[in-house]
């Protein structure tokens, strides 16, 4: 089971971090990723984290100012958003993919997701 918080509403130009609780499987046994929606639009790959850590995967649309990170022993997974914009508006989501093989980008390569945080960037 994965649990979203940390969303809120921000101006441009500010931060917030979005945190991701697994319970129920130990989380270094995954992979991890965001994934967020806007309204009226599909679910789009935000970013990825390996099972260790050491590898991680961004949108270009992010690179340079959201950060994906991964605490194994506490089970979470970050997400730092810097720079944010009003089109970085949406619900995100985070997502584990227990299997080796599946695009990071994909949803469909991931098996389990968190219930989603509101994200809002005014202008």
């Known amino acids: 089971q994965l649990q979203a918080s940390g969303g809120g509403l921000v101006q441009a130009g500010g931060s917030l971090r979005l945190s991701c609780a697994a319970s129920g499987r130990t989380s270094s046994s995954y992979a991890m990723a965001w994934f967020r929606q806007a309204p009226g639009k599909e679910r789009d790959f935000v970013a990825a984290?390996?099972?260790?850590?050491?590898?991680?995967y961004y949108a270009d649309s992010v690179k340079g100012r959201f950060t994906i990170s991964r605490d194994n022993a506490k089970n979470t997974v970050y997400l730092q958003m810097n720079s944010l914009k009003p089109e970085d508006t949406a619900v995100y989501y985070c997502a584990a993919k227990f299997g080796a093989y599946g695009d990071y980008g994909f949803t469909s390569s991931y098996n389990a997701w968190g219930q989603g945080t509101l994200v809002t960037v005014s202008s």
């Open positions: 984290i390996n099972r260790s850590g050491i590898g991680t």
